[in-house]
């Protein structure tokens, strides 16, 4: 992906249709809804599950609310004249175009509509819709495709080909498909319209089909981004010529990014998705660059999604585009030093409403420089970090630090606060693991910078891991076999089995607790029990699932190296999305629900990191290649490809290949190279092969894994059984 220079980096189950690429297995069925943007876009616009398209209008930060910024913009609504929307069968899905494609397919005995629409690039394009009617009962027929133009307060007719608002500024063009000229419309108006159309709200045109072939008729819509009266496509370039022009720049934007490819149609479906909309949630803002956590439920920027985005982006090798947002989170600092919480005009003069975001922040500023080895950038963040930890610091010399909760004593703690995720008010381990970790980030920092206050800062990180370890075990309380860390210390006796996610976070992504530690390890055990379809209860607020926390029980398996585990819970994540790879943010099965909405941009980024620690992952000095692959991908003729993986370790590039007797790899290590050994996953089960490699030291073979050492730039393995 790039930038501009400035900031540049290197509810309806839907049923798949005759041809249509399978929809994934959507648990349970629900409403849903697909961002489609420009690249880094101010205009942003959501297809419903049933192909509307709907704009949002975006005004200042009000005060009060940041959220309320949000208004419903122009939607279009296409239909058939005759054919009913709810009695259609619909599929929709992403194109296999670079560009971010929404295609919707309605189908009727003898007629079948298809609507794609995009945003086009540059944003000053507006959005397009390409529409094509065919089938046996257009022969003959009059039929003609229904427009429906809403949230515009009127509209006429400028010529033959474009519909003004009653202010005169141009609302929907008609142009042509390819090299055909665009059809003509017709209107009519909402007086005429009432006793034909009720449920249009606005302008609605018909396109009659009588342009084209007998049995297949074409056509192409283009809208505004808002309302400027000049346009930056001439009238001149059809439909298609700006969905090539808007490929190529997708592909230009992707470019020298982490890419994969894996036999596994969903799992690439999901991964060539969420890395799109990581690029259409991207919004220049008059201080930099931000990152939506939504568009719908949750507009608007907070340091939980942008930190979990930025650790991604620079994962995918993204890494100017990660420091510009992270550039602006410096920014985003309460007058007391602390991190805001969730962004508003004037930063809160309050505690932080969620103390987990004080280690957020300075863990993602750290990884960042981990993995570009960029002292200027840590260099310009310390001074930022250091001001946010002495707000901390402050926060814990107060006496409210320390005190009684559920029969547990707590002491050096954070003041309560509100823990999230279903976490009533009071002392929470996600916001000491937080707060903590920004301790640890910092002492990282110090020592790169040899900043005299290291010593300190170490010693206040040894005193404070040790009152949270201290009241984890006496927390610690039996529940169905298991004796599992509440992450509410002293909670109630119907509550201590819920909202472990902050337990799980102290393992991932903290890395405060080790993956095996006998405190919170049977936590883990008692996740694993407790699932419904696939999936972990007891993580968060419902009595549902939580795809993003259960991605990072994911990440915790790895770590244990229960890598089939791992994947398992990848596979599930995977059967809750929606057609076009979007999650909620919890499910409930019975009554089938969802909650808050989609997209959600840490669960976007969450099926990136777990999906990229499945192909590679990091074990203090060594590289593990294609660790979590199951069995099922080891046939011959599958390959799995990751090109340009960016870690700490080195710049990772690899390709494997099974045969029916054999299996081969390539791996390529560039740039800055600090690891020691790799262990790549490439044999099945129970072959006893023959190993040749060069461009590196074959140590063992060890089950499903080859162990290299002395390793060069270029390594080649060879098997055979």
Same mark, same amino acid.
């Given at each position: 992906?790039?930038l501009?220079?400035?900031?540049?980096?290197?509810?309806?189950?839907?049923?798949?249709l005759?041809?249509?690429?399978?929809?994934?297995?959507?648990f349970?069925?629900?409403?849903?809804?697909?961002?489609?943007a420009?690249?880094?876009?101010?205009?942003k616009a959501?297809?419903t599950?049933?192909?509307?398209?709907?704009?949002?209008?975006?005004?200042p930060?009000?005060?009060?609310?940041?959220r309320?910024n949000?208004?419903d913009?122009p939607?279009?609504?296409?239909?058939i004249?005759?054919?009913?929307?709810?009695?259609?069968?619909?599929?929709?899905?992403y194109?296999?175009d670079?560009?971010?494609?929404?295609?919707?397919e309605?189908?009727?005995?003898?007629?079948q509509?298809?609507?794609?629409?995009?945003?086009a690039?540059?944003?000053?394009?507006?959005?397009?819709?390409?529409?094509?009617v065919?089938?046996s009962?257009?022969?003959?027929?009059?039929?003609?495709v229904?427009?429906?133009?809403?949230?515009?307060?009127?509209g006429?007719?400028m010529?033959?080909?474009?519909?003004?608002d009653?202010?005169?500024?141009?609302?929907?063009?008609?142009?042509?498909?390819?090299?055909?000229?665009?059809?003509?419309l017709?209107?009519d108006?909402?007086?005429?319209?009432v006793?034909r159309r009720?449920?249009c709200?606005?302008v609605?045109?018909?396109i009659?089909v009588?342009?084209?072939?007998?049995?297949k008729f074409?056509?192409?819509?283009?809208?505004?981004?808002?309302?400027r009266t000049?346009w930056?496509?001439?009238?001149?370039?059809?439909?298609?010529?700006r969905?090539?022009?808007?490929n190529?720049?997708?592909?230009d934007?992707?470019?020298?990014?982490?890419a994969?490819?894996?036999p596994?149609?969903?799992?690439?479906?999901?991964w060539?998705a969420?890395?799109?909309?990581?690029?259409m949630l991207?919004?220049?803002q008059?201080?930099?660059?931000?990152?939506?956590?939504?568009?719908?439920h949750?507009?608007?920027?907070n340091?939980?999604?942008?930190?979990?985005?930025?650790?991604?982006?620079?994962?995918?090798?993204?890494?100017?585009l990660?420091?510009?947002i992270?550039?602006?989170?410096?920014?985003?600092?309460?007058f007391?030093?602390?991190?805001e919480m969730?962004?508003?005009?004037?930063?809160?003069?309050?505690p932080?409403?969620?103390?987990?975001?004080?280690?957020?922040?300075?863990f993602?500023? =750290?990884?960042?420089? *981990?993995?570009?080895?960029?002292?200027?950038?840590l260099?310009?963040?310390w $001074? +930022?970090v #250091?001001?946010s !930890?002495?707000?901390?610091m402050?926060?814990?010399?107060?006496?409210s630090?320390?005190?009684m909760?559920?029969?547990i004593?707590?002491?050096?703690?954070?003041?309560?606060?509100?823990?999230d995720?279903?976490?009533?008010?009071?002392?929470?381990?996600?916001g000491?693991?937080g707060?903590?970790?920004?301790?640890?980030?910092?002492?990282?920092?110090?020592?790169?910078?040899?900043?005299?206050?290291?010593?300190?800062?170490?010693?206040?990180?040894?005193?404070?891991?040790?009152?949270?370890?201290?009241?984890m075990?006496?927390?610690?309380?039996?529940?169905?076999?298991?004796k599992?860390?509440?992450s509410?210390?002293?909670?109630?006796?119907?509550?201590?089995?819920q909202?472990? =996610?902050?337990?799980? *976070?102290?393992?991932?992504?903290?890395?405060?607790?080790a993956?095996?530690? $006998? +405190?919170? #390890?049977?936590? !883990?055990?008692?996740?694993?029990?407790?699932?419904?379809?696939?999936l972990?209860l007891?993580?968060?607020?419902?009595?549902?699932?939580?795809?993003?926390l259960?991605?990072a029980v994911?990440?915790?398996?790895?770590?244990?190296g229960?890598?089939?585990?791992?994947?398992?819970?990848?596979?599930a994540?995977l059967?809750?999305?929606?057609?076009?790879?979007?999650w909620?943010?919890?499910?409930?099965?019975?009554?089938?629900?969802?909650?808050?909405?989609?997209?959600d941009?840490?669960?976007?980024?969450?099926?990136?990191?777990?999906?990229?620690?499945?192909?590679?992952?990091?074990?203090?000095?060594?590289?593990?290649i294609?660790?979590?692959?199951?069995?099922?991908w080891?046939?011959?003729?599958?390959?799995v490809?990751?090109?340009?993986?960016?870690s700490p370790?080195?710049?990772?590039?690899?390709?494997?290949?099974?045969?029916?007797?054999?299996?081969?790899?390539?791996?390529?290590l560039?740039?800055?190279?600090?690891?020691?050994?790799?262990?790549i996953?490439?044999?099945?089960?129970?072959?006893?092969?023959k190993?040749t490699v060069?461009?590196?030291?074959?140590?063992?073979?060890?089950?499903?894994?080859?162990?290299?050492?002395?390793?060069?730039?270029?390594?080649?393995?060879?098997?055979?059984?």
């Amino acid at each position: 992906m790039k930038l501009p220079k400035s900031v540049r980096f290197s509810a309806l189950l839907l049923l798949p249709l005759s041809g249509a690429v399978a929809a994934p297995k959507l648990f349970p069925p629900l409403r849903n809804e697909t961002p489609i943007a420009a690249f880094a876009s101010k205009s942003k616009a959501i297809v419903t599950d049933q192909g509307s398209i709907e704009q949002f209008i975006y005004k200042p930060e009000s005060p009060s609310d940041p959220r309320a910024n949000r208004t419903d913009g122009p939607r279009l609504r296409i239909g058939i004249v005759g054919y009913s929307i709810e009695n259609a069968v619909i599929a929709q899905h992403y194109t296999k175009d670079a560009t971010p494609v929404v295609k919707t397919e309605y189908q009727w005995p003898g007629l079948q509509m298809t609507l794609r629409a995009f945003a086009a690039e540059p944003e000053e394009s507006g959005y397009f819709v390409i529409g094509e009617v065919e089938g046996s009962a257009l022969v003959g027929s009059k039929l003609a495709v229904d427009i429906c133009l809403e949230n515009i307060s009127g509209g006429r007719l400028m010529d033959r080909s474009k519909i003004l608002d009653d202010q005169g500024r141009l609302v929907l063009r008609m142009l042509s498909v390819g090299n055909e000229p665009a059809a003509q419309l017709g209107l009519d108006f909402p007086d005429a319209l009432v006793a034909r159309r009720t449920s249009c709200h606005g302008v609605s045109t018909q396109i009659p089909v009588s342009v084209g072939l007998p049995d297949k008729f074409s056509f192409a819509i283009q809208i505004p981004v808002d309302d400027r009266t000049s346009w930056f496509v001439p009238e001149t370039v059809s439909a298609m010529e700006r969905l090539k022009a808007t490929n190529a720049k997708w592909r230009d934007l992707l470019e020298g990014g982490m890419a994969i490819k894996v036999p596994d149609a969903r799992l690439q479906d999901a991964w060539d998705a969420n890395l799109k909309q990581l690029g259409m949630l991207l919004e220049p803002q008059a201080d930099g660059l931000r990152i939506l956590k939504g568009l719908d439920h949750y507009y608007g920027s907070n340091p939980y999604d942008t930190l979990q985005a930025s650790l991604i982006l620079d994962r995918l090798g993204f890494h100017d585009l990660a420091e510009a947002i992270l550039r602006r989170q410096l920014k985003r600092v309460q007058f007391d030093g602390a991190f805001e919480m969730w962004e508003q005009p004037i930063p809160p003069a309050r505690p932080p409403i969620f103390w987990i975001v004080q280690g957020l922040a300075p863990f993602a500023i =750290w990884k960042h420089y *981990e993995i570009t080895q960029d002292r200027h950038w840590l260099e310009e963040a310390w $001074p +930022v970090v #250091l001001r946010s !930890l002495k707000a901390t610091m402050k926060a814990r010399s107060k006496s409210s630090s320390s005190g009684m909760q559920g029969g547990i004593r707590i002491q050096g703690f954070l003041p309560p606060d509100y823990g999230d995720g279903g976490i009533g008010e009071g002392y929470s381990l996600p916001g000491n693991f937080g707060a903590l970790t920004g301790f640890w980030a910092a002492i990282q920092m110090a020592s790169v910078l040899n900043a005299p206050e290291e010593k300190w800062l170490l010693s206040m990180y040894e005193t404070y891991k040790k009152n949270i370890v201290d009241v984890m075990r006496a927390s610690a309380v039996a529940a169905d076999g298991y004796k599992i860390v509440p992450s509410f210390p002293g909670a109630k006796a119907d509550d201590v089995t819920q909202h472990l =996610w902050g337990t799980v *976070e102290g393992v991932y992504p903290f890395s405060q607790l080790a993956a095996d530690d $006998p +405190v919170v #390890l049977p936590t !883990l055990r008692f996740l694993q029990a407790h699932q419904s379809n696939g999936l972990h209860l007891n993580l968060g607020y419902s009595k549902g699932v939580f795809p993003y926390l259960s991605a990072a029980v994911g990440h915790w398996h790895l770590r244990l190296g229960e890598f089939d585990e791992a994947f398992r819970i990848q596979q599930a994540i995977l059967d809750h999305a929606s057609p076009t790879w979007g999650w909620y943010e919890e499910y409930e099965a019975q009554p089938p629900k969802g909650y808050a909405g989609i997209p959600d941009v840490w669960q976007t980024s969450e099926l990136l990191h777990l999906t990229r620690e499945l192909l590679l992952l990091e074990e203090n000095d060594a590289l593990l290649i294609a660790p979590a692959i199951p069995q099922s991908w080891m046939k011959a003729g599958n390959e799995v490809t990751v090109e340009h993986a960016a870690s700490p370790l080195a710049d990772v590039s690899y390709h494997i290949g099974w045969n029916k007797n054999s299996a081969g790899a390539t791996v390529n290590l560039s740039g800055e190279k600090h690891v020691n050994r790799i262990r790549i996953r490439l044999l099945p089960e129970h072959v006893k092969p023959k190993v040749t490699v060069s461009g590196a030291t074959l140590d063992s073979i060890d089950g499903r894994f080859i162990q290299l050492s002395t390793l060069s730039e270029n390594i080649k393995v060879d098997a055979q059984w």
